[in-house]
Structure formats: C-alpha cells, structure tokens
C-alpha cells in the first residue's frame, strides 16, 4: 500500500542554521511528489512539487528538495532558515496510475530558535 | 490567500447532531477536495468531487456526505456527530481533477463537538 513517512515529528534549529526535512514514501511507481506548509491556524499552501527531470527541485521562500530514487525520499532543504519558517511541514505523495490517491505524511513540526 | 473559501470558520456543537460545512473554490478550479486534520489521525483524506461528480473517497464515514453543486461550491454534512469527530475540517481545490494538480486549501472549518 502507499504510503508517507517523516520520521521527524518535531525540529528544532537556530535562526541562520540549515535545514533537512525527511520524507519516504511507498510506491511501486514513481509517484507525484510535493512539500506543503502549515502556518499556524493556516491551511496548506504548496512549497515544492515533482512530477519528473531534474531531481533537484527550487520551491518557494528559498527551499528545495532532491527526489531520490533509489531511496524513495523527496527531503526537503533550507540552507539558511528564517524565524518565519516555524511552521508544521508535510510532505505528499499522489498516485501516477489506477485510482486517485493524494497521500499526505504526518507532517514536522519546526521550531527556529532565534 | 488562496483563494478558497470556507464557512464557517468555527462551529461548536453537540452530540449527536448535523452539521453542513461550505466550501467555495478558487474561480475556474472544478475540483474539491475535502480534509480532516485532527492531532492523532493527522491530515486524512475524506472525499473528492470533480465538476459535480464524486471523483474518489478516502477514509470518509458514512455518517459523513458531500457534494458540488453546479456552481462547482460543495458542501460536507457531518451527522450524527461523535466527540472524535472534532476536528479542523480542510477544502481544497484545484483546476483538475488528476493527482499531479497543486491543492490550494482554503483556511478551514474548526469543529468541536461538546
């Protein structure tokens, strides 16, 4: 069955630090990969997407991400994280064949330290 | 803002009783999406619709029912409210109805059931 991981359910970095965020997923295809934000009392609003080509993908608010094959992750990368940045993370996936499905992990919650 | 539109923002209720929830799209999106988002079950796909018609189902009750109306809004009714059915309640939209298509989530209806 499909599925989203993100091992991490809280991080905590200081203002300037860099930043990883984990993402696997389960697929016996190579699925439709996206990074979304959560601010607080805010909906979901997109940061990245993959579908195919280059593996390493720019987003918004300067994050991007590297689709790994051969790992079945899709991380998610800030060189230099800002206060705003605190937010709660999360990471989907959606199907490329048969029946719709739009999977989302459980999400990482960011803490920045100032 | 993204351009979904929810109502209403709060809504507090008992068990045992209906309520509806609105959802209005981005204008030209003919695909609805609708969420759950609680702290132990995460974000959980309930159901989607595409130009009127259900699309896919997820872990959606059978307590629970939607539809898009011709003006492409859409409406979830939750019945026979339970106190694990609090919960903040996401729409989201997008221009198709494929799971490569970026969901733009409208700000939410919190639910809680006393």
């Known amino acids: 069955a499909q599925s989203v991981t993100q091992p991490d359910i809280h991080i905590t970095v200081s203002e300037g630090a860099s930043l990883e965020l984990r993402c696997n997923y389960s697929?016996?295809?190579?699925?439709?990969l996206f990074w979304y934000v959560q601010s607080p009392g805010q909906g979901l609003q997109l940061l990245l997407k993959?579908?195919?080509?280059?593996?390493l993908v720019q987003g918004i608010k300067g994050f991007e991400a590297e689709f790994k094959r051969s790992q079945s992750s899709f991380n998610l990368r800030k060189p230099s994280v800002h206060w705003s940045d605190a937010a709660e993370y999360f990471c989907?996936?959606?199907?490329?064949?048969?029946?719709?499905?739009?999977?989302f992990g459980t999400g990482t919650r960011l803490k920045v330290l100032a | 803002d993204s351009g979904v539109t929810q109502t209403p923002k709060h809504l507090i209720t008992a068990t045992g009783q209906r309520v509806t929830l609105r959802c209005s799209p981005r204008?030209?999106?003919?695909?609805v999406y609708w969420y759950q988002q609680s702290l132990d079950q995460g974000l959980q796909f309930l159901i989607q619709?595409?130009?009127?018609?259900?699309?896919a189902k997820g872990n959606i009750l059978e307590r629970f029912s939607a539809q898009q109306f011709p003006d492409l809004h859409s409406e979830l009714n939750l019945s026979s409210l339970e106190l694990g059915d609090s919960a903040l309640y996401f729409c989201?939209?997008?221009?198709?109805?494929?799971?490569?298509?970026?969901?733009?989530f409208g700000p939410g209806t919190r639910l809680t059931v006393l």
């Open positions: 989201a939209s997008s221009p198709r109805g494929g799971s490569y298509n970026e969901q733009f």
């Open positions: 697929y016996g295809a190579t699925p439709y």
């Open positions: 993959y579908f195919s080509g280059d593996t």
């Open positions: 989907a996936v959606g199907t490329t064949s048969g029946t719709y499905k739009y999977i």
């Open positions: 204008s030209g999106d003919l695909s």
């Open positions: 619709y595409y130009n009127g018609e259900e699309r």
